[in-house]
Nanobody, 115 residues
């Protein structure tokens, strides 16, 4: 069984940076992808960034140039560096990983961008 644990959320001022981490434990072999999603109140959960085992990285248009996803394979950890944060980035951020036919989710971490 795989567990994903996010950390790093919090309150940040507009324009500021924040880095999220997601550590995977359990049977962590061979994730085909690790990704970050977010869900704001009243909205559907949306993909923010994804990193595949084959080295493909994609971002939502709304975060391109501001967010960077990276993976540490040795630690089975994925990061989301968020810069130039805006109020619209306020949401619960979820870590996501796929292993074969199984999809795993973290519990989510709140990011609030406000002055």
């Amino acid at each position: 069984q795989v567990q994903l644990v996010e950390s790093g959320g919090g309150l940040v001022q507009p324009g500021g940076p924040l880095r999220l981490s997601c550590a995977a434990s359990g049977s962590t072999f061979s994730f085909s992808h690790m990704a970050w999603y977010r869900q704001a109140p009243g909205n559907q959960r949306e993909l923010v960034a994804i990193s595949t085992r084959g080295g493909i990285i994609n971002y939502a248009d709304s975060v391109k140039g501001r967010f960077t996803i990276s993976r540490d394979g040795a630690r089975n950890t994925v990061y989301l560096q968020m810069n130039s944060l805006k109020a619209d980035d306020t949401a619960v951020y979820y870590c996501n990983a796929r292993q074969g036919a199984s999809i795993y989710w973290g519990q989510g971490t709140q990011v609030t961008v406000s002055s």
